[in-house]
């Protein structure tokens, strides 16, 4: 194996979701393609949800290779969210089709991965390839919440994203945890 930093193929993982406490958390792997110019990107929390919209669009039309990798809420709560979080990062990478040969992975935790991979803590807003990754990522959540808001609708997850906002608590008081809560969470075991 090649040593980080020397690979021809690079791809930006990123992850969004720890934070909920319902759905699942999502994770993207991005290599972006050498002939398009990918300096307009930025991290997905910077971009209103149009832009991302268009943006992720773009990335799935241009990059060299992308995927997706979801961890569930059930595989949340056996491992906890942090584990879950890095296994939705390896089956991310594991669905690039070609594969990248080095990975840069946002935070400081490093999946499993078949290629030599660093961390680059703050990478989302710093590094192209993990920017393209949190923009795709946060929209597929975002879906996902959206079609979890239909299944729940009394949650109001179309507008909370399953974050433990004083809606969202109150919610849970009023009616109890859903299927798509996390039940490992504290917020939750309370209710």
Known sequence: MRAPGHAERVAG?????RGP????????????????????????????VKRRHALTDEIKAK????????????EIDQLNIRQASLLAMKRAFEG?????DEALVDGQ???????????????DATVLC??????????????????????YPVYGFDQHMGY??????EQLRLHGPSDAHRRSFKPVRDF
């Open 130 to 151: 993990i920017s393209a990754a949190s923009i795709i990522a946060k929209v597929h959540r975002d879906e996902a919440m959206l079609a979890l808001h239909k299944a």
């Open 63 to 74: 990059a060299s290779a992308w995927a997706i990798g979801e961890a569930s809420v059930e």
């Open 164 to 169: 433990p906002t004083a809606m969202h608590r």
């Open 96 to 100: 690039l089709d070609p594969r990248a």
């Open 109 to 123: 935790d490093l999946p499993d991965l078949a290629c030599p991979a660093q961390a680059v803590i703050g990478g």
């Open 13 to 17: 993982i990123d992850e969004v979701g």
């Open 21 to 48: 406490l319902a759905g699942p958390v999502i994770a993207a792997t991005v290599v972006l393609s050498s002939d398009s110019d990918w300096s307009h990107l930025r991290d997905s929390k910077r971009l209103s």
